[in-house]
């Protein structure tokens, strides 16, 4: 299948490069052109583990990069949208992007299309497009469908060959059957990855649904562990074995349940705050989704109040953070739960003296921090060498394995506060730290 994907943001381009790797023809557009130039070097403009290796491997006719929109679609059947739809200042969807790429279909396109929707859009959204392009060019013969993304950055690759399912709303079955078509290979019986993906077909706003209730249901899975380890903190219970014996539970599901310093990421503050809005303006009080927001807001400052007292019982003002991305295997820091811990912190006492270090994020968190007095070091042992706290921030492999002699060694920190719980106590202890983490006294 001839396949046009718009945007070559983390959703595009994996997609684009997966649907190349599981036999199609893609062409990847975006208007940035050095984002292109790169591309067709060969080279990735994000970090995305197993990308570049992936695309290396695909037959260079499957898959091309351009800044032509129109080029691409002379050729194509299906043009997937998966250009950015950030949030506006009143916490609703921009979907300016999405608007601006239908009329440029609208006005490039001689053939049938089958306009997909990957982008994260509020529902009813598919149906403004089509209405759009009916508008600019009353000609043109299309269908329009919804087809949400369920990839996480870090793991976007087995996500997308792995899937649990793929999801699409339609108005038909033409627009069905191409889709599934696509989607064969990694569908349950596929030849791609475990294909074992589950292909559900359902109207269109049910789709564009799924996705917001799908991340509003794994955000809340978080705040609720994470109030459970605020109660264990306060009765003397151990969060992690509570995590791991609900998990046990299959009604539950054992993910999701990793107790932190709150979620953060592009997607989940965005969309929770998009879909409540949506809500609140069609009479309706997502009130459980709401408090999941507010849980999240409260942990954050939560988490700065925690440093800032364990900083005064140290009589000490030197933090290191080991880990500024919003999650481990991404060098993403947008809403960072680190990177807001560090605001709060720097607001509530600003002589407190800072140093960073993550294994892939620094580049992006001295844009974010740049107005605050924060210190570098990409090597985690010479970050922490004048210390008197050093706070895990973000469960990377590398901190769950960071050899606690040498860091004892090179550190004056007396103790370590981990807000992934991705440490062993015991070791921790034994190397001569005082070890704090999240949800065990
Ligand atoms: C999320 C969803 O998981 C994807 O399914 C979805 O496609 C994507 O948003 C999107 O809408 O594009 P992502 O933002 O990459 O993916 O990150 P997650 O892995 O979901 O993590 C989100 C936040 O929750 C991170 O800050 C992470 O550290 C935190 N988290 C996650 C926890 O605190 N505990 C957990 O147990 C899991």
Redesign the pocket.
């Known amino acids: 299948m001839k396949i046009t994907v718009l945007g070559t943001g983390?959703?595009g381009l994996v997609s684009g490069v997966c649907f190349a790797a599981i036999g199609h023809d893609v062409t990847c557009v975006d208007i940035d052109d050095s984002k292109i130039s790169l591309l067709q070097g060969g080279e990735i403009p994000i970090y995305e583990p197993g990308l570049s290796e992936l695309l290396a491997k695909i037959n260079k006719s499957s898959i091309n990069f351009t800044s032509n929109l129109s080029l691409a679609l002379h050729e194509c059947e299906v043009i997937f949208l998966a250009v950015g739809t950030p949030e506006g200042e009143d916490g609703v969807a921009d979907l300016s992007f999405i608007f601006e790429a239908a009329k440029q279909i609208a006005r490039s396109s001689t053939s049938y299309k089958l306009v997909v929707t990957k982008s994260?859009v509020p529902p009813g959204t598919n149906f403004k497009i089509r209405d759009l392009i009916r508008r600019e060019n009353s000609n043109i013969e299309f269908d329009i469908a919804s087809n949400p993304?369920?990839?996480?950055?870090?793991c976007a690759i087995s996500?997308f060959m792995e899937a649990d399912r793929v999801v699409i709303g339609t108005e038909n079955k033409r627009a069905e059957d191409v889709l599934k078509s696509i989607y064969t290979p990694i569908l349950n019986g596929g030849r791609f990855g475990s294909g074992k993906a589950k292909f559900l077909a359902t109207d269109i706003i049910t789709a564009e649904l799924i996705?917001y209730a799908?991340?509003s249901f794994?955000?809340a899975?978080?705040c609720f562990?994470?109030e459970m380890a605020d109660l264990c903190e306060i009765v003397g219970g151990n969060v992690n074995e509570l995590s791991y014996a609900i998990g046990l539970d299959k009604r539950i599901g054992d993910?999701?349940?990793?107790?932190?310093?709150?979620?953060?990421?592009?997607?989940?503050p965005k969309?929770i705050n998009a879909i409540v809005n949506f809500a609140k303006s069609n009479n309706c009080h997502l009130s459980i989704i709401e408090s999941t927001l507010k849980s999240n807001d409260h942990r954050i400052k939560k988490m700065a109040r925690r440093v800032l007292s364990k900083l005064d019982s140290l009589g000490g003002k030197k933090i290191t953070f080991l880990g500024l991305a919003?999650?481990?295997g991404?060098d993403d820091v947008r809403c960072?739960?680190s990177i807001q811990i560090i605001t709060v912190l720097l607001q509530l006492d600003n002589t407190i003296k800072i140093m960073a270090s993550d294994v892939c994020a620094i580049e992006g968190a001295k844009i974010a921090l740049r107005d605050l007095p924060v210190k570098f070091e990409a090597d985690m042992y010479l970050a922490c060498a004048d210390a008197d706290l050093i706070i895990i921030a973000?469960?990377w492999e590398d901190y769950g394995k960071i050899d606690l002699l040498k860091l004892r060694e090179s550190t004056k920190a007396s103790t370590i506060l981990d807000l992934r719980n991705v440490l062993n106590a015991k070791e921790v202890r034994s190397a001569g730290f005082v070890y704090k983490c999240i949800g065990i006294t």
């Open positions: 983390y959703v994260t993304e369920f990839l996480r950055e870090g996500d996705k799908s991340n794994l955000a899975k978080i562990i994470n993910k999701f349940l990793n107790p932190g310093p709150g979620f953060g990421g592009s997607c989940f969309d919003f999650k481990g991404t960072s739960p973000t469960e």
